[in-house]
């Protein structure tokens, strides 16, 4: 069974950074892509990031470029998302999420099939 758990979300002022954490188990991780979303009060979960199974490819949502970083440690099964100059509009949860059968990029939720349990990012202004 695959489980995902996020870490190192909170409260931080604009400007500010924040690494979050997605410790993943339950099956090979360097084989899938993975990604991270977010979900703001009223609105609908928004692509963040993403990254393929060996970390060669990487893709950011225009919100987002150049201000954070995604990776992953495939020795430690862990993924990550490195944040800087945060502003008030990251406010959101974040997940983590991985895709059972394919390696390619995706920027849409529903091609993800594993997600984790989210982490509270809140960006004071």
């Not at 977010?38 to 987002?64: L, M, N």
């Amino acid at each position: 069974q695959v489980q995902l758990v996020e870490s190192g979300g909170g409260l931080v002022q604009a400007g500010g950074s924040l690494r979050l954490s997605c410790a993943a188990s339950g099956r090979t991780f360097s084989t899938y892509a993975m990604g991270w979303f977010r979900q703001a009060p009223g609105k609908e979960r928004e692509f963040v990031a993403a990254i393929t199974g060996k970390g060669g490819s990487t893709s950011y949502a225009d919100s987002v470029k150049g201000r954070s970083t995604i990776s992953r440690d495939n020795a430690k099964n862990t993924m990550y998302l490195q944040m800087n100059r945060l502003k008030h509009e990251d406010t959101a949860v974040y997940y983590c999420a991985e895709r059972r059968v394919s390696d390619s990029i995706s920027y849409r939720s529903k091609d993800y099939d594993y997600w984790g349990q989210g982490t509270q990012v809140t960006v004071s202004s």
